[in-house]
């Protein structure tokens, strides 16, 4: 376009500018009003024109859930402990060095099968085989002496009770001494009377001496006579006193011979003592020297190995890891006591067992703690589940908490389930697919649970997710 064009352009709109405000000038309200209908026109026109489009609202999907419905036990989760009763770990009860090994993995023994044979030095000597060969001969020959030793013991026995026998005859023989010596002791008093008698009349008829030289024999004579009267009372006397039992010589032979039979007694009960310890010497030495050599306890099969020739072993040390042919398991959980009261024991527990679940029933549940303050709920688990589990390992259990609403017990909810403020404890409700919120009242809490006493119906479902509020759709999906 040229500067000749651009300048008629602008001449004709002057023009018509100037015949526009002539008019306005002319009729005023008609151009303001005749304006402002334009203007409303343009308006509404671009209110169509450029309005935007209404997107399509989409449906809101409905929250995934789950519940737990009113009217039957709701279940903890726990960990539970796997022991296997037959399943066992060899390891060292001695220090040595390894001197062999006969035991390889997934060979199958029997009871009393030698696995390793641990020695005192490299060279392979064993000081508790000494010990025990010490022992054996010690024990042996306590044992083949022991009856000729007892056999001494009741001879010695047959002595004392002789010697008593031969003390009593003696005293019997005694005895008719005494009797004799009395009867002699009798007459020689009757002779030393008449000589006194004699001795008595010479001294009467004595006339000047004339009887002199016959009193002096006379008197001669019974001092003879009276000194064998003297030695006949001693002889007497010492016969009396040797002859009855209830002097010290007869009591002196009752005490010695008690006292030997008592000696024999203890030396009898001693010797039978000896060989008693000597065998259990023998016993203790063999249990030394068995712990050299590791045998299996019962019959099954070797599942690990973990030593090797040459090495050296402490107590304590694994030698191997051994499965015996009727292993048993059992899954131990440990709970409180307010817990281990509200256990179900209506409803089945679920074990989670690798990729599936078993249902159990308690076996036992302890009455007293077992481990601190925690009580023992025990499961027996099948035998096709054992190859499944490993001893001391752990997996989750379901334990159902409560009792299903009859009326007289109330439900437990994971505490996890409970929205509570200030004033109030809120649950929610599935109703007709939506989340509805019902109050409730609170009892004692048994771990992650928590008892309902009041505010809920038999049906209730009640939702456990923590993402949900009033009104928000949602869908019960299976626990």
Do not use: W
């Amino acid at each position: 376009m040229n500067l000749k064009v651009l300048k008629r352009l602008s001449k004709e709109n002057k023009v018509r500018v100037q015949k526009v405000t002539k008019q306005i000038a002319k009729r005023p309200l008609t151009s303001f009003l005749l304006t402002l209908g334009v203007l409303l026109l343009l308006i509404v026109a671009s209110n169509f024109v450029f309005r935007p489009k209404t997107p399509l609202q989409k449906e809101v999907p409905a929250k995934e859930v789950q519940t737990y419905k009113i009217g039957s036990a709701p279940t903890v989760i726990v960990q539970g402990q796997v022991e296997k009763s037959g399943v066992i770990k060899i390891v060292a009860q001695t220090s040595g060095i390894v001197s062999s090994i006969s035991a390889n993995e997934g060979q199958k023994v029997l009871k009393g099968k030698n696995f390793v044979n641990i020695s005192s030095n490299y060279q392979g000597a064993n000081a508790a085989s000494v010990q025990t060969s010490i022992a054996s001969k010690q024990y042996h020959f306590t044992r083949d002496t022991f009856d000729t030793q007892m056999e001494i013991i009741a001879k010695q026995r047959e002595i004392a009770q002789k010697s008593r026998d031969n003390t009593g005859q003696l005293r019997d023989i005694s005895k008719q001494s005494v009797d004799e010596t009395n009867s002699l002791i009798n007459l020689n008093q009757e002779i030393l009377d008449q000589l006194s008698a004699n001795i008595a009349s010479l001294e009467a008829g004595n006339v000047e001496g004339a009887n002199d030289a016959g009193i002096l024999q006379v008197k001669q004579l019974k001092s003879q006579f009276q000194s064998g009267q003297n030695q006949l009372k001693t002889a007497q006397r010492n016969l009396d006193y040797q002859t009855n039992e209830g002097k010290p010589p007869g009591q002196l032979a009752d005490l010695g011979r008690d006292l030997t039979l008592k000696q024999l007694d203890i030396q009898g009960k001693s010797l039978t003592l000896s060989k008693d310890v000597s065998q259990l010497q023998l016993a203790l030495a063999a249990l030394g020297e068995s712990l050299f050599r590791p045998s299996a306890p019962f019959s099954g099969m070797i599942e690990r190995v973990y030593v090797r020739v040459g090495q050296s072993v402490n107590p304590g040390t694994p030698i191997l890891t051994f499965a015996g042919e009727n292993s048993q398991q059992a899954v131990v959980v440990r709970v409180g006591q307010e817990m281990v009261s509200k256990l179900s024991k209506l409803e089945n527990s679920r074990l989670h067992i690798a990729s599936k679940v078993v249902e159990a029933i308690p076996s036992y549940i302890s009455s007293e703690a077992t481990d601190g303050q925690l009580y023992s709920v025990i499961y027996d688990i099948e035998k096709e589940n054992l190859d499944q589990l490993a001893d001391g390992s752990y997996i989750d259990v379901e334990i159902p908490i409560g009792y299903p609403n009859t009326g007289f017990a109330f439900p437990f909810l994971p505490i996890d389930a409970i929205f509570q403020t200030q004033e109030e404890n809120i649950v929610y409700v599935v109703r007709e697919g939506k989340a509805q919120s019902k109050k409730v009242q609170l009892g004692p809490v048994s771990g992650k649970y928590v008892e309902i006493t009041s505010g809920l119906d038999s049906g209730d479902q009640i939702i456990l997710n923590r993402n949900i509020i009033e009104g928000d759709k949602v869908q019960v999906v299976e626990n």
